[in-house]
């Protein structure tokens, strides 16, 4: 089986045995939903990952995108892919059918992304913008904007972008400059954005752009900040280009397929657009769109892992070197001991990874459709602890396995024909964009630890215990020696948390020193137990053995660095905030 398909058999695992999809199927608008359905909209998605993206991978790579003429031109074979996507209704496929969807769970939504970001994440990064676009205009457009955008947006017919970043700003959109002047009841935008990705190409008819800006009159910093829809073709005379244009395109580390752009508004009359909700919300709103993007690239960091993984494991799998130790006669690198622990540990993080992600993606569901207030109310509040948490601990992950991966080729790998060292290189930007790994952290120890006391997270913590729990209950002693690892690990998080909630309250500079020590802590801890409960759930099943070995591997090779991320985190935050400036 060539490397390239996804392994459908772990993706179901993690979507049904683990998730419950199925139980899904009773929640308003699921009704119709089937285990039947999932399982063939899987494989199709699995069929488009590997035989219409992932051929494009090394396409995008070479070629990139480029700027001609004022024009973005996206690399050979791309617009017929994308089509493809557009006809099959992927882009839809978690929206409302009113506006053309194809009302499904955003839990299978995340299964088929994982695939195609794994596929071509260059590529797949695209729909993952417009279906951000769409989120935000769905929960704070008028009834007039819904019927006007969402259609074309989720249909794939348009395309959605973020336009946050400027040159003096970074991630400080307290600094955004760009303007909004009113003209009746439009506005004519002047200002330049950077970073801007897919900020233009040739993929599809029109492309949305969600721009902030201020207001003639509008406060200073973030509270001054309005959010807009600008139409890179005007709604108000068709074919008319708007007063928007690409100035560039970065030139990268990877992803070179994926235009990034700096972006020019109002070079002349100003760019024609409208208002999206109230004005000086913008950046509450926008962080509707960009909470959707920061697990959209936890799960890039997941997608590209697991793809270097599968291509480590044919690599190793055919790769004749040396005899290994118990072996007469030379074979496969796979015999060797350190490959096998390289490769397992690809195993069992990517599955923990994926556990987390998917965790995250049912708490959507169940938060937007769940009949009791107060199941809803839990699942967006689980949802804000865990969105941080995947994107920070999912796409540093994806950077350390990618590079495990190029290391199980050994030289092979550093040479750009195997395909190593694009994952590693077109991952590295996952930990960077859409808030960095730092300010996933700040926003986990700052805003979602603080605001209700530590309360989710000790939820969390407690049911992790229950979990423990039940794996004690089990007779083998596998699971015995996990509940133990699982114990120390947890003792680790509480005590963390609790001194995030005391002493380093009292100093934000102690919880900024160790949030980035926390947020992986928690997520070592949290992933270990799902890998543990993966392999309770599978006892008396084909392939029980296997998780049970995953889980294992991971409660001893991972989970016994909580103690030492604590320590980091504790007495490490004290030396840094005793730090001078000229001890750098």
Not at 203 to 231: C, M
């Amino acid at each position: 089986m060539s490397f390239e398909r996804p392994d459908v058999g772990d993706l179901m695992f993690a979507l049904d045995d683990l998730c419950g999809i199925g139980d899904l199927t009773g929640l308003p608008g699921f009704e119709d939903m089937s285990m039947d359905l999932v399982g063939a909209i899987v494989e199709a998605a699995a069929r488009i990952a590997e035989e219409v993206l992932a051929p494009l991978n090394s396409v995008g790579d070479l070629q990139g995108a480029r700027l001609i003429d004022g024009r973005v031109v996206t690399p050979d074979g791309w617009k017929a892919a994308y089509d493809i996507v557009v006809d099959g209704g992927w882009i839809g496929l978690p929206f409302d059918p009113a506006h053309g969807g194809a009302g499904l769970p955003w839990l299978l939504n995340t299964a088929v992304q994982e695939m195609m970001q794994g596929a071509n994440m260059a590529f797949a990064v695209c729909s993952t913008l417009t279906q951000g676009a769409v989120e935000a205009i769905a929960a704070h457009g008028s009834e007039d904007q819904k019927a006007r955008y969402l259609p074309p947006l989720i249909t794939g017919r348009w395309a959605g972008t973020m336009n946050l970043t400027e040159a003096q700003a970074g991630s400080d959109l307290g600094a955004v400059r760009t303007r909004a002047v009113p003209d009746g009841e439009r506005y004519r935008l002047f200002g330049q954005k950077i970073f801007i990705t897919y900020g233009d190409h040739d993929l599809t008819e029109n492309i949305l752009h969600l721009v902030l800006a201020r207001t003639p009159d509008a406060p200073p910093g973030v509270k001054g900040i309005s959010l807009f829809l600008v139409p890179k073709i005007r709604l108000d005379a068709p074919g008319v280009p708007n007063d928007l244009r690409c100035l560039s395109l970065e030139r990268k580390l990877g992803i070179h397929g994926s235009p990034t752009a700096v972006m020019s508004f109002g070079e002349a009359d100003g760019a024609v657009g409208e208002r999206l909700g109230e004005e000086n919300r913008g950046l509450e709103y926008m962080f509707m769109m960009m909470n959707r993007s920061r697990l959209a690239v936890g799960l890039q960091g997941l997608a590209v892992a697991d793809r270097a993984r599968r291509r480590a494991r044919a690599f190793a799998r055919e790769r004749v070197q040396g005899r290994a130790p118990g072996h007469a006669a030379p074979g496969p690198i796979l015999r060797h001991p350190d490959v096998r622990r390289m490769l397992m540990d690809l195993t069992a993080r990517t599955q923990a990874m994926r556990a987390l992600a998917y965790r995250a993606a049912r708490a959507i569901d169940l938060a937007a459709r769940h009949p009791d207030p107060a199941t809803r109310a839990d699942a967006r509040a689980r949802l804000d602890v865990l969105t941080p948490i995947v994107k920070g601990w999912a796409t540093e992950g994806g950077v350390d396995l990618a590079s495990l991966a190029l290391q199980v080729h050994g030289g092979s790998g550093y040479i750009e024909e195997t395909g190593a060292a694009r994952d590693l290189r077109d991952v590295r930007i996952t930990p960077i964009y859409e808030g960095t790994t730092g300010i996933q952290a700040n926003d986990l120890v700052g805003r979602k630890l603080r605001r209700d006391g530590g309360a989710v997270v000790r939820r969390m913590l407690d049911e992790t215990r229950a979990g423990q729990a039940r794996l004690e209950a089990r007779p083998e002693p596998e699971f015995a020696a996990i509940a133990g690892r699982l114990d120390d690990a947890l003792a680790a998080a509480e005590r963390v948390t609790d001194w995030l909630l005391s002493e380093a309250g009292a100093d934000p500079r102690r919880g900024g020193a160790a949030s980035v020590a926390y947020l992986h802590l928690v997520a070592l801890l949290l992933g270990g137990a799902e890998l543990a409960e993966s392999a309770r759930i599978a006892i008396g099943r084909d392939g029980a053995a296997r998780r049970l070995r995953i889980a294992a591997f991971f409660a001893a090779r991972h989970l016994p660095m909580a103690e030492a991320l604590a320590t980091a985190a504790i007495d490490g935050a004290s030396v840094v905030v005793a730090c001078d400036d000229g001890d750098f």
